[in-house]
């Protein structure tokens, strides 16, 4: 079965500065969808990126970036100039494409501050 | 505008007592799937449907039913709630004609079993 680590519970980035959100995965699959989504207080989820496993080039959407290490089992999300609306919980999550659902596997989430 | 909805967004309830949360899509999507938010768990997913009719088990679906008679909707049923079940859950949902789809989520209803 695929499992997601985000091992940083707690994460504090200055205002304008960057910050890297860690995220690692487990899975036999070759094929795969990976996210980072967004809660805000709101409690609304947001997807902030996407990668697809066969691309071997990192996404990116604006200050949001990823480092895509599939070897390593490896997704971190890196957020340039932090704004303090980027204050949320942030969760890491799996899809396969093999499956017969669109089942997501979620980490356990990294909450982030952002100090003026 | 696409949307998913659920009602309640708030509820208190006591041991026992029946209880429906609704959901419901408006983007004709056939992927529908419950999950639930717990502190330091993540979402961990109830049950999900592919199509009307078609339901089935999640990760975690003990305590819970769900029904799926019309493609919109996708009610989450708790028959006999415990203290255990206090949680924030979320409805998704999502095409599956196209795997990189997005899951568009609710906004999430606070659940409270006293």
Not at chain 1, 23 to 38: H, M
Not at chain 1, 55 to 80: D, G, H, M, Y
Not at chain 2, 23 to 44: A, I, V
Request: with cysteine.
């Amino acid at each position: 079965a695929q499992t997601v680590t985000q091992s940083q519970p707690e994460m504090s980035v200055q205002e304008a500065e960057t910050v890297t959100l860690s995220c690692t995965y487990d899975t036999s699959e070759s094929d795969y969808y990976l996210f980072w989504y967004k809660q805000p207080p709101s409690r609304q989820m947001i997807l902030v990126i996407r990668q697809e496993a066969y691309k071997q080039q990192n996404a990116t959407e604006n200050r949001f970036s990823v480092n895509f290490q599939k070897a390593a089992k490896s997704f971190s999300l890196k957020i340039s100039d932090s704004q303090l609306g980027d204050a949320a919980m942030y969760f890491c999550a799996y899809r396969s494409i093999s499956g017969a659902t669109n089942k997501l596997i979620f980490g356990t989430g990294t909450l982030l501050a952002v100090q003026p | 505008e696409a949307q998913v909805t659920q009602n309640p967004r708030y509820l208190i309830t006591v041991t026992g007592k029946k209880l429906t949360v609704t959901c419901s899509q408006n983007m004709n999507h056939e992927y529908m799937s419950w999950y639930r938010q717990d502190p330091g768990l993540g979402l961990r997913q109830i049950y999900y449907s592919m199509n009307v009719e078609v339901t089935d088990k999640g990760d975690v679906p003990e305590g819970y039913k769900v029904s799926r008679k019309e493609k919109r909707n996708f009610p989450l049923i708790l028959e006999s709630p415990s203290p255990n079940q206090t949680s924030l859950y979320f409805c998704a949902s999502s095409s599956t004609r196209r795997f990189t789809d997005t899951q568009y989520f609710g906004p999430g209803t606070r659940l409270t079993v006293l």
